[in-house]
Every structure is written in C-alpha cells, then in structure tokens.
C-alpha cells in the first residue's frame, strides 16, 4: 500500500491488476512506473 497499488495474486506466478476502463497514458505509465519500483525492491 505504500505505492498505492492495489492487486491479488490469482495463481504461481500471476499477479492481477484491475485497471478502470477509462485510464490515461499517463496514468498507466505511472502505474508501470510503480510496479517496476516495487519489482526492484522486492
């Protein structure tokens, strides 16, 4: 929650993300940007 994004692993090796219907570029970037931030630190 630090990042503010939200998912749910649904097997192994998935992990969902349930973006809305209607999201910028720009958002989607910062969400990428998030998530790879997240997947270094991990």
Not at 11 to 28: G, Q, S
Request: proline fraction near 5%; hydrophobic fraction near 40%; glycine fraction near 2%.
């Amino acid at each position: 929650m630090e990042t503010g994004v939200l998912s749910k692993e649904t097997h192994e090796n998935v992990i969902r993300f349930a973006p809305p219907l209607i999201i910028t570029k720009e958002e989607i970037d910062e969400a990428v940007e998030k998530l790879q931030y997240i997947l270094e630190s991990w």
